[in-house]
């Protein structure tokens, strides 16, 4: 059937053909909501709000627009009313400054605070730049119509007249609050994005890095690991609010912690944020199995890291209630999971 068939089947209330006729933009409107939102969970209820609200307006869907300007407009409204109802997401380095990498663990914060990591398999490559790590944690400090805005325009392409009419505004206020939202979103993104870096490293170049990072982790290899990173590498861990700043409070917590050769480690390469990810695995003497612990998403300066954010899948209910510092050895939180494993494709263990 061609779209017009399906539209006037939609719109006669044929579910069937209303899948059909949308399924071409569910993923790019599912990374749309999730800059939006900062959140994978988030960006799955907001994609379904806006497709039930699409199905019930279809029948007074008059073609002033095309369908994907129609799609993109409900979504973005969906999204705005989500954001009014809960906090921004951040990540840790926007949290708090960094710490002491001899001090105990923080707790955890459990609360939905935390930007999430993002599955780009089926992205195309225009696409992922617009779903980078730094740049939807920069997104989530704007305004949320200025978030809107930016996004429409920078990212989408669409013009200030189709924005200003998705928003319910004027072109000049679009212009105004583009101008704004790009100030404030440049102040906080490196200067060059990374797929500009990886394409400057070239496949072979990032391979080669990621796998000397995995060889470090596996090997406890702290020298090695720290070879591997910028001056001003930034480490954090959520939902542990602290985060590490530079090289040699990197290796002060390495050495003290994860790489004290208390713990065994695996991981499997993947791809987040159009950036190189590792699923990580610790040896479970009880399982005999590595099981997951964290999905860690490297941002590369050149051929060094100069970020990593790992996203801890453990169970943050400790025995002693505060015994943060060994990690490894608690259990897989079922939702942390599922949102940082199973959706990248990552097997629940290793043997």
């Not at 779209?3 to 790019?28: C, I, K, N, Q, T």
């Not at 609360?111 to 617009?130: H, S």
Request: net charge negative.
């Amino acid at each position: 059937m061609q779209a017009s068939d399906l539209l006037r089947a939609a719109r006669a209330g044929d579910d069937e053909a209303f899948g059909r006729l949308v399924e071409p933009y569910r993923g790019e409107l599912h990374a749309h909501c999730y800059r939006m939102l900062g959140s994978l969970h988030d960006a799955d209820d907001a994609l379904q709000d806006a497709l039930l609200r699409a199905w019930r307006a279809l029948p007074r869907f008059e073609r002033r627009s095309s369908l994907r300007t129609w799609l993109y407009t409900i979504a973005t409204n969906a999204c705005l009313e989500a954001i009014r109802r809960r906090p921004k997401r951040v990540l840790p380095l926007d949290f708090g400054p960094p710490a002491d990498p001899h001090a105990p663990f923080e707790l955890p914060v459990t609360e939905d605070v935390w930007v999430e990591p993002y599955p780009d398999a089926a992205l195309t490559y225009e696409q992922r730049e617009g779903v980078e790590l730094a740049f939807v944690a920069a997104l989530q400090h704007l305004p949320a119509t200025q978030r809107a805005v930016l996004i429409l325009r920078e990212v989408l392409g669409f013009s200030a007249a189709e924005v200003a009419r998705a928003l319910d505004t004027t072109v000049p206020a679009v212009n105004s609050a583009l101008q704004r939202a790009r100030a404030a979103v440049e102040a906080r993104v490196p200067e060059r994005s990374q797929q500009a870096v990886l394409r400057e490293v070239g496949d072979d170049g990032v391979r080669q890095l990621v796998d000397r990072y995995v060889e470090a982790w596996e090997r406890c290899d702290v020298e090695a690991f720290v070879g591997l990173l910028t001056e001003e590498v930034a480490v954090a861990m959520p939902p542990l609010p602290m985060w590490y700043a530079g090289a040699e409070s990197v290796r002060a917590w390495a050495e003290t912690s994860s790489m004290s050769g208390e713990w065994r480690w695996k991981a499997l390469r993947t791809s987040a944020n159009g950036q190189p990810a590792l699923g990580f695995y610790a040896w479970d003497a009880g399982r005999r199995a590595y099981v997951p612990f964290a999905l860690n998403v490297l941002t590369l300066d050149g051929r060094a890291v100069s970020g990593v954010v790992a996203f801890i899948v453990r169970s943050t209910e400790a025995p002693s209630g505060k015994d943060y510092e060994r990690f490894p050895e608690q259990p897989p939180d079922a939702a942390r999971l599922r949102q940082t494993f199973e959706r990248f494709g990552l097997p629940a263990e290793l043997a």
